[in-house]
């Protein structure tokens, strides 16, 4: 079972930008689709953007515009780009496979804070 290390997370006010990046532990080649998820606390665990293969990014409604998802298959990676931050993006960010699989381990994902 493919596994996913998230980092990139810290501390921006609002306006700012983060990058954040997923690395699998195995080839990402021939997943169809891989997401970023986010968690805040005391919500559920939310899709924030997926990348699916032939087809253009979808972005959840509050994000849309402003984060962009990218996939380096030849690296292994996932990105996400986070511009335009606002204090209500402040979660736990996650990447794992779209949909997830049931049961299936998710990372420590990477804390990020927006915050004056």
């Known amino acids: 079972q493919v596994q996913f290390v998230e980092s990139g997370g810290g501390l921006v006010q609002p306006g700012g930008s983060l990058r954040l990046s997923c690395a699998a532990s195995?080839?990402?080649?021939?997943?169809?689709?891989m997401g970023w998820y986010r968690q805040a606390p005391g919500k559920q665990r939310e899709l924030v953007a997926a990348?699916?293969?032939?087809?253009?990014?979808i972005y959840a409604d509050s994000v849309n515009g402003r984060f962009t998802i990218s996939r380096d298959n030849a690296k292994n990676t996932v990105a996400l780009q986070m511009n335009g931050l606002k204090p209500e993006d402040t979660a736990v960010y996650y990447c794992?496979?779209?949909?997830?699989?049931?049961?299936?381990?998710w990372g420590q994902g990477t804390q990020v804070t927006v915050s004056s």
């Open positions: 794992n496979l779209n949909p997830p699989p049931l049961g299936g381990s």
């Open positions: 195995r080839s990402i080649f021939d997943i169809y689709a």
């Open positions: 990348s699916i293969t032939g087809r253009m990014p």
